[in-house]
């Protein structure tokens, strides 16, 4: 079921919701784990193609063992927040999107993937991350959230 957002004054568009979701640093991932259980956890991640990409270790825990119980997901961002006590407030952008989480096993889009999360974290060090992943790429886990749906909310003013 879809329900209509309560405050439709603050509906932030489409083009302002993906900018957040390009400039926020982190996220919630939200999951259901084995036992039915919510599972939210933090996450860096980057935005390409309307995909959301997450990196991990390949060891396989909780967040690896909730998506093979349940891919489907939200994953959660909130920026561009100041606290304006005086009114009792915040000034606040958010964004939810909406999907299935995939484990990406190998070749081009887990390469992808990765550089993807370079470009937006270290984009002064790209030749140094590469040798990296070069070195690393066997030992990282890499999660693609195919987006469905995505909406923003904001308190801007």
């Known amino acids: 079921m879809d329900e209509t957002m309560r405050r439709s004054d603050r509906i932030l568009t489409n ?10 640093e982190y996220g919630v991932l939200s999951l259901i784990d084995g036992n039915n259980l919510p599972y939210g956890v933090p996450m860096s991640f980057a935005l390409c193609d309307h995909v959301i990409y997450f990196h991990c270790s390949a060891a396989k825990g909780k967040k690896v063992s909730s998506i093979r119980h349940c891919p ?10 100041k606290l304006l006590p005086e009114k009792f407030a915040t000034l ?11 484990i990406v096993q190998e070749g081009a889009e887990k390469r992808k993937g990765i550089e993807a999360i370079l470009y937006k974290y270290s984009p002064d060090y790209i030749e ?14 890499i999660l693609k959230l195919d987006i ?3 909406t923003g909310k904001g308190r801007k003013a």
Do not use: N
């Open 92 to 102: 606040y952008m958010s964004g939810i999107a909406y999907g299935t989480v995939d």
């Open 15 to 24: 083009e302002e919701t993906l900018r957040l979701f390009h400039e926020a």
């Open 128 to 141: 140094k991350g590469m040798t990296y992943i070069d070195h690393a790429i066997d030992k990282i886990l």
């Open 148 to 150: 469905t749906k995505i």
């Open 72 to 81: 489907s997901a939200s994953f959660t961002v909130v920026g561009h927040t």
